[in-house]
């Protein structure tokens, strides 16, 4: 099956810096990336959908300019979380499908575990 | 309101037996349902997506069914394994706020004991 991979798996960093997680479709174009977040014992949380060459739509209380979102190319789409803080450590997940829209089949990322000390 | 919900949260099963888990949805329109594995620590795997029109689906030892009349779908899983262990997800396909998107379920955390 189709595979998205993530980078890095897990990072742990201090309070006040900003982390890059990447989201590739290794092989199939992804115009649409979606992004989750998942905290311990809870199920994922859609936080933004990602579209390639245009803005990001974000869920309803996810911070925009918290949780940045590039997807500058169709296989590419990346999360940087400003200035964190230990409240945005969780489980970062993203997904992708070939035929881009969300109710087309979704291939899941092995995620992105974040510690913020 | 587009909700899943799972049943039981959580489960725990000797090795070899079989085991059923429910998810009933309440999203319309509906596209499809999808059942997902996720190992801690990992991403969800898709283990079967069923449309409108289809009441079984099967992937090795994993059975899922669907009743679009009443909302409903099961996930069988036979002869357990101790890999079986995660937690499993249903995901419904819907609208939600204007636009297609997955509306996921809590998922039912299941332990595979020897």
């Known amino acids: 099956g189709a595979v998205v991979s993530q980078h890095p798996s897990w990072v742990i960093c201090k309070s006040g810096t900003s982390v890059k997680i990447e989201c590739r479709s290794l092989d199939f174009q992804a115009t649409t990336m979606f992004w989750y977040r998942q905290f311990p014992k809870q199920s994922l949380m859609l936080m933004a959908t990602s579209n390639e060459g245009s803005k990001a739509t974000y869920e309803q209380g996810v911070e925009k300019d918290k949780f940045l979102i590039n997807h500058a190319s169709l296989t590419l789409s990346t999360l940087t979380v400003t200035s964190a803080h230990p409240e945005d450590s969780s489980f970062y997940i993203c997904?992708?499908?070939?035929?881009?829209?969300?109710?087309?089949?979704?291939?899941f990322g092995p995620g992105t575990r974040l510690l913020v000390l | 309101k587009n909700q899943v919900e799972q049943s039981p949260q959580s489960l725990i099963i000797l090795e070899g037996k079989n085991c059923t888990l429910q998810?009933?949805?309440?999203?319309?329109?509906?596209?499809?349902l999808r059942w997902y594995k996720q190992d801690t620590g990992r991403g969800p795997v898709s283990l079967t997506i069923?449309?409108?029109?289809?009441n079984t689906k099967s992937n090795g030892r994993y059975t899922a069914t669907l009743d679009a009349d009443t909302k409903q779908s099961s996930l069988h899983i036979t002869a357990s394994q101790l890999s079986d262990s995660a937690s499993y997800i249903c995901v419904v396909s819907g609208f939600s706020g204007g636009y297609n998107k997955l509306i996921f379920g809590a998922g039912t955390r299941l332990a595979v004991h020897p």
């Open positions: 998810c009933n949805y309440t999203v319309s329109p509906f596209s499809n």
């Open positions: 069923m449309t409108f029109s289809e």
């Open positions: 997904s992708a499908g070939p035929s881009g829209g969300a109710g087309e089949t979704q291939y």
